[in-house]
């Protein structure tokens, strides 16, 4: 099960401030000579931006193929979680870790900062955290002071909290099981180079993991088994099927579900082998029983929309939830040109009736 977390009492304490370049193009790594204490007066401020990204994010742990005391994450997290007092120290370890991993050419530079955090809550118990946040890109901005009796504009360069690119959070919960850790990064594309290669985690196999996967796979299984010659709408249908599947039941079960909803061979052997895929990148199998988490079927619906593309630059996006036809197809011989009859009862662009 997903963990309950709440951050109205966590309060970042202490930061180690780190420098990343990239050692293809022979930047450097610097590092802060000692740890910076945050102040009373900006504790508050700076535990909200800190900890705002992590909401609604997927948890993993860490994970080495033989044991976790091969880790090096993980080694350098329990020793700060057991010595607060080694943050600086094995902080500094984990920006070095970062800058080797930083050798490949589209990895950008950038400012890190290595935090203590203190008091959050974690299915009911105060725990504490390490966060690793990343900036690969500077904004400027503009202040204005009182000076000798006038006021004065100043420009600078600085982080914008709302854009931080890489970030992780590593709660001291579960440690026999690679602690409870949530990550992000911005980018996408270098998502392997942070999550596997530095952090070197894997994805936890609760309920909103197996959901998500399993509902994305299947939607992807009877979409392909469709002839290319499907039209959008009932590409749409078949997605539908699926998804109403997880919409109407608490538990998963895969044998009911291929009879049920996948149906033919073909269906069932390409569903299988992405199954496959998807546990040779988890790493290990995963449970094909399991109980559904009614949210993560929401975010499944968001991606299985079909859309339809017309060489006048008109959109059309059909979600998978809709359940009646809402289009007619057909041909205008005055203007030569197919159309598209779209029906619907109300216009809630604005939230108001047409």
């Known amino acids: ?185 911005r980018s996408g594309g270098e998502s392997r180079f942070w999550v596997r290669e530095f952090l070197g985690l894997q994805a936890i196999p609760d309920s909103a993991f197996l959901t998500n996967t399993f509902a994305n796979i299947a939607v992807n299984a009877v979409k392909h088994n469709l002839d290319d010659s499907i039209l959008p709408e009932e590409s749409s249908a078949a997605a539908r099927e699926v998804i109403a599947y997880f919409d109407d039941r608490e538990h998963f079960d895969l044998q009911e579900f291929e009879e049920k909803v996948l149906k033919t061979p073909d269906a069932v052997a390409r569903f299988a082998d992405q199954r496959v895929k998807a546990e040779t990148e988890h790493g290990e199998p995963l449970m094909t029983n399991f109980e559904i988490s009614p949210k993560d079927v929401k975010k499944v619906k968001k991606h299985a929309a079909a859309v339809m593309k017309l060489d006048t630059g008109v959109e059309i996006h059909l979600k998978a939830s809709e359940q009646e036809p809402v289009l007619e197809r057909g041909y205008d011989d005055a203007k030569g040109m197919k159309y598209i009859k779209v029906f619907y009862n109300e216009d809630i662009t604005h939230g108001q009736s047409a």
Not at 152 to 176: A, M, S, V, Y
């Open 1 to 185: 099960m997903s963990a309950k977390i709440r951050f109205s009492t966590a309060s970042v304490t202490s930061l180690v401030l780190a420098k990343i370049g990239n050692p293809l193009r022979e930047e450097p790594l610097q590092t802060s000579r000692e740890l910076y204490r945050v102040s009373d007066d900006d504790r508050e401020i700076l535990t909200g931006l800190f900890l705002k990204p992590f909401k609604n994010l997927a948890a993993h742990r860490f994970y080495h193929h033989s044991s976790l005391e091969h880790h090096e994450m993980n080694l350098l997290s329990a020793a700060i979680f057991a010595a607060p007092s080694s943050l600086h120290t094995k902080g500094c370890e984990m920006a070095r870790r970062l800058y080797s991993k930083s050798n490949h050419p589209n990895i950008k530079s950038g400012d890190l900062c290595i935090s203590l955090v203190d008091d959050i809550e974690v299915d009911g118990k105060l725990v504490q955290a390490i966060c690793i946040l990343k900036s690969e890109s500077v904004v400027p901005f503009l202040s204005i002071s009182a000076e000798d009796g006038d006021l004065k504009l100043h420009t600078e360069q600085g982080i914008n909290p709302e854009k931080i690119d890489k970030g992780c959070l590593i709660f001291n919960h579960l440690p026999r099981n690679g602690y409870y850790v949530l990550t992000f990064d």
